[in-house]
């Protein structure tokens, strides 16, 4: 684990260049195109299946147009993944922008004004070219369409600025319709954007220059190929995997270079070097560009997110077949910092031991004619070669893989744990420390903090519905003026395994805003009630279970009384042992199924109670509304009355009003003996806090009750 640490420490400035925004946007909308990535890997996967007698069993039982279902599937995903970037990455990229999440500029005219930069960028013949041409939409033009993505939400974003700073909008007036106002405002800002494409377009292509960079990178590997030392071996491994790792199909490059350097050796009656476009592709590129079958292996073997591990099993049968677009955009290993250093070296050190294993003779080198790229890895060494020594060469490349991918997927879970960490309490910060009133909604939101939020909203789920999860019910015991246990409160409570301790204020924030509420609410007072049940069946009698209703709960579920009634008898709970607990400082909407559902709940025999009591504005309105007869007094009176005259008049006053009403009186939060000594002469009967015992587990609390019941204190 040391190690691992001081990988991360080393490497944390390269970790941290993938936090930058526009780094982080591009990575996001590579990862949002995971599903159409696996859908045409899959097909792509069928296509080239490298079994002839696979093809005529589909073409005998089910026809000659047998591939014509998985090829509309792959045009519709890997032939238009450029278009699919270029959507993806822009809408990312203008999501972090401060001008459209305030609502400057709205959300879609950066992504459509992308689309439309990307056009005049490459300029097809027809329109029908942008969605069908592979040169324009295929994977080949990635690092276009991510560039043009950038470029376009940036520049539109930058002159929406200008153009409001030189003619600011009169706010003060109102002429027609304020959404087509804020898109007529933003149409200078578009026009100037998309006329630097079209400049663009003049100066690469009419000028030719897309052709002369082309010639510059295929003279570059022509002269590569045709000395066939290690060196060059090595420059091509390395030149083809940066282009790659900046979204450039490295592929692309790479065949148009071999084929024009074999073309032009057997025109000039050179000798034709003998480390092929098939000797990258038996021992080199094991699983595709960066050898990452061995990455595939290493995420299912130690990735320990969920997400890693589902990814990689859906890249394994891919990237047997060297199909690994999955990975590249997916996980996404493009422009990963983390990622880059074992994906040059990988391959590069796979090259090395190669080249010295085929010139020391100790293994053929492979025939182009008996294999396809799409061959599987492990079966191409024998095909290609007719020996099994070219098997055991691949497995050696696999495991050197392997090696060097395995400690930076370990700082890549490292660097994500941190950013998760960083995300979370950002999230956190930004539901407990803001008024009821001013409640900002968090899960909707396109940011890390709304992923955060999704991602632990669908954990909460899973959890009620009776899934695996941290999610459980603490108790905290209440105690009565004669020392003995009365009762406890139960306290939700969230031990995460990645992000700790979880606060309750945002497991409720999250369950209010997906709309779930309601069935957390009812799961905690079935697990409450069912531990009621195993405390009466310990032989332990006049314990009450206090547990709490949530605003969301009881502003959502019209049928909570029937479900209380019948869940207590279900576990065979007598009203008096249980109690229902509402926040007087919470949001409640005073409906007519609110009063219906207390009154309900009185009905049963069942106590209603009123938590943090005395410091909100309704306190007596709650106490006459709700039908309550147990009020807690708030936290901050109790801790006040060492130090206050005036908390301690306040706290007998309220005292005596609650005799007056036989309201029984709790006071919560007493952390020391001097508050219990007041308070107690103050006339409070019931006491919680932490001076008696913090919220524990319920097997805890049951061990509690055993050795406290007939006096917790003298």
Not at 90 to 108: D, F, K, M
Not at 142 to 160: Q, T
Not at 161 to 186: C, L, M, Q
Not at 658 to 676: P, S, W
Request: with cysteine; aromatic share 12%.
């Amino acid at each position: 684990m040391k190690l691992k640490t001081d990988l991360f420490s080393y490497l944390k400035p390269i970790a941290d260049l993938s936090e930058k925004p526009i780094i982080y946007g591009v990575r996001q909308g590579y990862m949002n195109m995971a599903p159409f990535l696996m859908c045409g890997a899959l097909v792509l996967a069928i296509l080239n299946v490298p079994v002839a007698g696979f093809h005529e069993f589909m073409a005998y039982h089910i026809g000659e147009s047998w591939r014509t279902f998985p090829t509309i599937v792959y045009t519709a995903t890997m032939q238009v993944l450029s278009l699919i970037a270029l959507v993806s990455i822009s809408h990312s990229i203008t999501s972090l922008e401060r001008l459209v999440q305030s609502g400057a500029i709205p959300h879609i005219l950066p992504v459509l004004t992308a689309f439309a930069c990307y056009v005049a960028l490459m300029r097809p013949d027809s329109l029908a070219q942008v969605a069908i041409s592979t040169e324009t939409a295929g994977a080949s033009s990635m690092f276009v369409a991510m560039a043009v993505a950038i470029i376009s939400v940036k520049s539109l974003v930058f002159f929406y600025t200008i153009y409001d700073r030189i003619a600011p909008e009169k706010r003060h007036s109102f002429n027609g319709n304020v959404a087509f106002r804020a898109t007529f405002r933003i149409s200078v800002p578009v026009f100037i954007t998309i006329a630097i494409f079209a400049a663009a377009h003049m100066l690469f292509h009419d000028a030719n220059l897309n052709e002369r960079i082309s010639e510059l990178f295929v003279g570059g590997f022509h002269g590569l190929f045709l000395r066939g030392d290690l060196l060059s071996v090595i420059l091509i491994v390395f030149v083809t995997q940066i282009l790659w790792f900046f979204g450039i199909h490295g592929g692309n490059v790479f065949m148009e270079a071999y084929s024009y350097a074999h073309e032009r050796a057997l025109d000039l009656g050179m000798p034709v070097s003998p480390f092929s476009k098939e000797f990258f592709d038996v021992f080199v590129y094991l699983g595709g560009a960066g050898s990452t079958l061995a990455l595939v292996a290493v995420l299912l073997l130690f990735g320990e997110r969920h997400s890693q591990r589902r990814l990689a099993r859906g890249a394994i049968i891919p990237s047997l077949l060297n199909i690994n677009e999955p990975l590249l955009y997916g996980l996404p290993i493009v422009l990963n910092p983390v990622y880059c250093v074992p994906f040059l070296l990988a391959p590069i050190l796979s090259a090395t031991v190669s080249f010295a294993t085929l010139s020391l003779g100790f293994v053929p080198f492979p025939n182009a004619s008996d294999i396809t790229w799409t061959t599987p890895v492990f079966f191409s060494g024998y095909l290609s070669t007719g020996s099994a020594t070219a098997v055991f060469l691949q497995v050696v490349c696999f495991f050197v893989s392997f090696v060097v991918y395995m400690p930076f997927v370990s700082v890549a879970r490292i660097a994500a744990e941190r950013e998760y960490l960083a995300d979370f309490k950002a999230m956190a910060d930004e539901m407990v420390y803001v008024q009821p009133t001013q409640y900002r909604h968090v899960i909707n939101r396109t940011d890390k903090v709304g992923n955060v939020a999704r991602y632990l909203a669908g954990e909460i789920s899973t959890a009620i519905r009776g899934g695996q999860g941290d999610l459980h019910i603490e108790y905290q015991p209440k105690i009565r003026w004669d020392g003995d246990v009365s009762g406890a409160e139960a306290l939700l409570r969230w031990n995460h395994p990645v992000f700790g301790y979880v606060s309750p204020h945002v497991i409720l924030g999250l369950a209010d805003e997906a709309n779930i509420s309601a069935a957390l609410g009812r799961w905690i007072i079935r697990e409450s009630l069912r531990d009621m049940r195993s405390v009466m069946d310990a032989g332990i009698k006049g314990v009450t279970v206090s547990i709490n209703l949530s605003p969301g709960q009881l502003n959502t579920d019209e049928q909570l009384g029937t479900f209380i009634e019948n869940t207590m008898k279900e576990h065979g709970i007598p009203p008096e042992s249980a109690e229902y607990e509402l926040t007087e400082n919470a949001t409640i909407q005073q409906t007519d199924f609110l009063r219906k559902t207390l009154r309900r709940v009185r009905e049963l025999g069942c106590a209603v109670s009123i938590d943090d009591f005395g410091m909100g504005h309704s306190s007596l309105k709650y106490l006459f509304d709700f039908y309550a007869n147990v009020v807690k007094l708030d936290i901050s009176l109790v801790q006040g009355v060492t130090e206050s005259a005036e908390r301690r008049a306040i706290v007998r006053a309220i005292i005596d009003l609650c005799k007056r009403l036989k309201v029984e009186v709790v006071a919560e939060g007493v952390e020391t003996e001097e508050q219990l000594h007041i308070v107690r002469e103050l006339g409070a009967h019931f006491f919680q806090g932490w001076y008696f015992s913090k919220a524990i587990p319920f097997h805890e609390f049951l061990d509690y009750v055993k050795n406290h019941k007939g006096g917790a204190f003298s």
